[in-house]
């Protein structure tokens, strides 16, 4: 029995949620490593810190300590290796109608006075791509941040997410993600309703196709960005992952990830 577009749409959504806490996904053989072989995602070591791509040679093959996911069995993987690009080692996303990523696990902290520095560079355009219609909703860039929470308050429509999230992987979805994503259409810090559920908000952090081939350096206050795009404290933070996908515009994309960092602050 074929399935149905909404249901489609929900397991790649649960799929995508699942992944970015680390956990990597549908449990068998749904998952697999670059090399072809499934993992077992709770096996997934949790971290301190983040690994970084300039730490590490030129290669293919998995940076260490990040985690590959894919979307779902019928999703071509969007290819991931270390380049070295002016002297210093960055990940490069080569994405042809296809969409996959990488993520990190982490032990959970305190999202107060934490922040995310990363830097990345939009190779080529989408531009078809708009991320506020689900149809079209790709990115060349996107960085995302998981948050635990107490799911008991959730509406009920949310918390059949959740179970069937739980019933389809046998794992449990973050409480709440935030995404930053590089937008072709949307406007700078524009907040973003993911269409399936509401524990997913984008927010943009580069517009436009004019800064093709620039590298763009972010940093962004975590709770406060939580705090806008939910209205409530965020719990810790629990994985990152990224993303690069040109599945929904049948499109081909190239991108470039430097370092990604978790900065502690002192409050002022």
């Known amino acids: 029995m074929p399935i149905k577009p909404p249901f489609r749409s929900l397991l790649l959504l649960t799929t995508i949620v699942i992944s970015l806490a680390g956990c990597a996904g549908l449990t068998g053989n749904s998952i697999e490593n670059e090399a072809g072989q499934p993992f077992n995602a709770d096996q997934l070591p949790a971290q301190e810190d983040l690994p970084k791509f300039s730490a590490e040679k030129p290669r293919a093959g998995m940076p260490d300590g990040w ?18 690009y002016q002297g210093r080692t960055v990940l490069a996303a080569n994405s042809k109608t296809s969409a996959s990523g990488l993520a990190v696990k982490l032990r959970p902290r305190s999202a107060q006075n934490l922040w995310l520095q990363w830097e990345w560079k939009a190779v080529g355009a989408i531009p078809q791509a708009d991320n506020a219609d689900s149809q079209h909703d790709d990115a060349p860039l996107r960085i995302l941040v998981a948050f635990d929470g107490n799911k008991s308050k959730l509406p009920l429509k949310e918390k059949l997410t959740f179970e069937m999230a739980s019933l389809i992987s046998g794992q449990e979805m973050p409480y709440a993600t935030v995404m930053y994503i590089w937008s072709g259409k949307n406007s700078v810090n524009t907040v973003l309703n993911n269409a399936h559920t509401s524990r997913v908000k984008m927010i943009v952090v580069d517009s436009g196709w004019d800064g093709l081939g620039e590298w763009r350096k972010h940093e962004r206050d975590l709770a406060a960005d939580y ?6 404290t965020p719990g810790n933070v629990i994985g990152i992952a990224l993303l690069t996908d040109t599945d929904n515009t049948k499109s081909e994309t190239r991108a470039l990830y430097g370092d990604i960092e978790l900065l502690r602050k002192n409050s002022k």
Do not use: V
Not at 67 to 84: G, W
């Open 227 to 232: 705090k806008s795009a939910y209205g409530e």
């Open 67 to 84: 985690h590959f996911y894919r979307i779902a069995p019928y999703k071509k993987n969007t290819l991931y290796r270390l380049e070295n």
